[in-house]
């Protein structure tokens, strides 16, 4: 504890200072957000501050020595960091872990000398540093500590009058910056930091560590503003990751991150690291990160989905899915569909399908990778986030997710709707497609159309029960190696189909199970069992859509396109790869037919 005859501090000082300058970010989200126009207008310099210091907050326990607190805080920082300001705040306190000195209490100089020599820290994180930003405000506290650090016996003073240079060179960020000099405002990310000082400073002046115990137990949300800028956004992906064991330097990591977007920032070490940076290419910037090191950890904000959301909305319903749907995202961004990524792990890799790996890739790595990969649900919070998001704006939501049997994605949005539905009073209807890939797409379509008609709410739901049991998916799998390493087919009754050369056909029940359609000895003849089945169901119907499918085969698509146009006097509404969470399974070269009968 922090004691004025004693010119030192300590780790149990330094939580709670930490816990009232982060209680201070997170009762001002709103007003951080609202003056947040540089580098990019998205209104969320606050809700990142937010989540890197309730990332803090909600993971670390006051410790006595002041160098296991600093570094238990720069770890969760680092870990928890969002975007750019968020990730800039983080490397700042990891300049600090690793410039204080390893003891238990430290003196106003030594922690004076920390703090300037923490700069660099910042400064060599962001490719281009910009002065009259957060950068340059912490910079200038930093020199009015180092000014007045031999006067060790008055640490507290220091402290509470470094408030002063704080609010003056905040306030000269309006001029520094033509962005903020447009709009007369003053840098989100430094104003954030200068309420994080304010909050110490009411800390050391009240010594309220009773209120500030309450306030850490109790859950302040993150807010997300909905003012959002109409201005054009020329890097769609807002791209974060944490890398564990880089095999190269930050200058190339840095390098490499430019050369694919901007706002780049890498922080921490080459032990762990973390980046932020806009691009219009996720997955390709991925594609290159691969080999650099282990990417832990991934999240990537569609800022123009989320502009769409507040400035740029079609209609009155939002539609959302998962990423097992199988559209073209030409039609995807036309109906401002919301797709939410299923996670998936390529040994100690982690990526977000679609997002940040694409099928061509990711069959790629399925072929080339001794371990197969595994995939993980989305999580509840994650559609909770989502739904409070478009609640503020849209009168109803309606999402449409693989099916239930096969993953806890259904379950886990179905949790969040619930929630979201009640606390906006407003219907939030998820339903589970009792299927995937193309039939999960054609019903997300055929809903989005019924949407742009301007059908109403129950008549697109009740619409949408019924195109359930009408939707069919045929799937002829080429090579059952993929379905062997995956654990669908056992060890010995794969050699067995293998040495017998048999090629399964697999379709879906009305429950949303697997099912075996049949097997043959070519994948040729797989295909005609499917063509000749759907014949013999299409008697009495007519198709109102199909999809063509396949797992890096299009040779094996554009044949059977021409069939199914032959059979149906229709082209398809797409032919596309199908999502790599399902052909992980069905394999290499797997072609897939995916129908819709009217109902």
Known sequence: MYKTEAPHINGKFLYYAFLAGGNQILQNQVEINRINVFPVSDKDTGTNLASTVRAVIDNIKPDKSYKTTVSNIADAALIGARGNSGV?????????????????????????????????????????????????????????????????????????????????????????LKALNKTGFVDAGAKGFVLFIKG??????????????????????????????????????????????????????QDLLSNNGDS??????????????HTNHPSELFHQLKDMGTITFQKVDDMVRQQEVVTKRKWNIALVTDSTCDLPRELLDYYQIHVVPINLNFGDNHYLDKVTIQPGQFYDLLESRAEFPKTSQINESAFTNLYSHLASHYDAIIAVHLTGQFSGTFSNSLKAGRRISKEFNKPVHVIDSKNLSGALGLLVLKAARNIEAGMALESIVESLERDIIQTKIFVSVRDLKSMIRGGRVSKPKGFIAKALGLNPVISMDKNGKSLLFGKTFSQAAS???????????????????????????????????????EMTGLKPVAVVDISPVIGMHAGNGAIAVSLMFNS
Request: proline fraction near 3%; include cysteine; charged fraction near 25%.
């Open 264 to 277: 780049v920032v890498v922080a921490g070490s080459e032990n762990i690291c973390r980046i932020h940076v």
């Open 88 to 176: 800039i705040f983080a490397q700042f306190l990891h300049g600090l872990s690793r410039e204080t000195l390893n003891k238990p209490n430290i003196t106003l100089p030594e922690f004076a000398e920390s703090v300037d020599k923490s700069i660099p820290y910042m400064y060599d994180a962001v490719a281009n540093p910009v002065e009259g930003t957060m950068l340059t405000v912490i910079k200038e506290w930093s020199d009015f500590l180092n000014s007045k650090k031999e006067a060790v016996h008055d640490f507290k003073n220091v402290i509470i009058d470094s408030i002063a240079v704080l609010e003056k060179s905040l306030a000269e960020t309006t001029l520094k």
């Open 200 to 253: 110490i400073i009411d800390f050391i002046v009240n010594r309220n560590i009773r209120n500030l115990a309450v306030a850490s137990n109790e859950s302040i949300s993150l807010i997300h503003t909905e003012e959002i800028t109409s201005e054009e956004i020329t890097h769609r992906f807002c791209t974060e990751a944490i890398i564990r064991n880089i095999k190269t330097g930050k200058t190339e990591l």
């Open 527 to 565: 295909l005609n069992k499917i063509y000749n089945h759907i014949k013999k169901i299409s008697v009495g119907k007519s198709v109102w859509n199909y999809i063509i499918l396949h797992a890096h085969n299009p040779e094996g698509a554009q044949k059977a396109e021409d069939k199914i146009a």
